[in-house]
């Protein structure tokens, strides 16, 4: 088995909730509740459960955006510490690449794609020709080189989302987080994208963090999986073992709740 590349212990986050009224206590909210992560180098995770149950917390304590109430989080090795100055978390960035949910609000409408995708190259300081490697990674993602110069809504949803793809990927980080990046897209779409990571994990030896309540998504591109509701996670381990023999409650339901076309099917 692979070393971990990505791991996290005892990872929570908790935030102020307002007071109800002017002589009234604040109370607390707990986003995040005691996480245990490992994210295998070379290896696809997934992470499922409803909306608000923690899952964008988890990424964004993982990549350093966000600082933990409590917990530690290390990449290969290295401590992660969000207090850091950004400049002190560049190792990170370089490392590290991430694709939202919506493509067009994530593309600056008034830079075309050439700038877009070349930005980490330039943020990061990358020394070598940025048109080139912008070239590269735009083939890679099934986009044609020569559409450097057009802009975000030049492009359908599903071209803008290879965008965002070959965006995360120019400066060919090691890990690729996907912050339920096919959601928005319709079905035909999202199955080539999922092909295109795939080819492209398959090639590179990418490791992939892959955060998504499509079910199908996760259970086509992942090694393993984990389960989280009300930001705990109460179920982990290898992505067939967890949807066709689940062990807590939650993950039951969670999985009858899938719409299917012959109930007598799973």
């Known amino acids: 088995m692979s070393e971990a590349l990505l791991s996290a212990r005892g990872l929570t986050r908790r935030f102020s909730s307002p007071r109800p009224s002017l002589f009234a206590r604040g109370g607390e909210t707990t986003a995040l509740d005691d996480a245990d992560v490992d994210v295998r180098e070379g290896s696809a995770l997934?992470?499922?459960?409803?909306?608000?149950?923690?899952?964008?917390?988890?990424?964004?304590?993982?990549?350093?955006?966000?600082?933990?109430?409590?917990?530690?989080?290390?990449?290969?090795?290295?401590?992660?510490?969000?207090?850091?100055?950004a400049r002190s978390l560049h190792w990170l960035r370089r490392q590290t690449g991430i694709v939202f949910q919506d493509p067009y609000a994530s593309l600056d409408p008034r830079m075309n794609i050439g700038r877009i995708v070349s930005e980490p190259l330039?943020?990061?300081?990358?020394d070598g020709d940025r048109r080139a490697r912008v070239a590269d990674v735009l083939v890679d993602v099934g986009l044609d080189a020569d559409m450097v110069d057009r802009y975000p809504h030049e492009f359908s949803g599903g071209q803008r989302q290879r965008i965002a793809l070959a965006r995360a990927l120019v400066h060919r980080p090691r890990l690729l987080v996907g912050d339920e990046p096919l959601s928005a897209l319709d079905v035909t779409v999202r199955a080539q994208i999922l092909e295109l990571l795939v080819k492209l994990r398959a090639r590179d030896g990418l490791t992939l963090l892959m955060v998504s309540h499509d079910i199908g998504v996760v259970q086509n591109l992942c090694d393993d999986?984990?389960?989280?509701?009300?930001?705990?996670?109460?179920?982990?381990?290898?992505?067939?073992?967890?949807?066709?023999?689940?062990?807590?409650?939650?993950?039951?339901?969670?999985?009858a709740s899938i719409p299917v076309i012959d109930p007598g099917q799973r």
């Open 225 to 255: 999986v984990i389960v989280m509701t009300e930001g705990r996670i109460v179920e982990e381990g290898p992505t067939e073992k967890v949807l066709w023999e689940p062990q807590t409650a939650y993950t039951r339901r969670l999985l």
């Open 46 to 85: 997934g992470v499922i459960g409803e909306s608000g149950s923690g899952k964008s917390t988890l990424v964004r304590l993982l990549l350093g955006l966000d600082v933990p109430s409590a917990g530690s989080v290390t990449f290969d090795g290295r401590p992660v510490d969000a207090r850091s100055s």
């Open 122 to 126: 330039w943020a990061l300081g990358f």
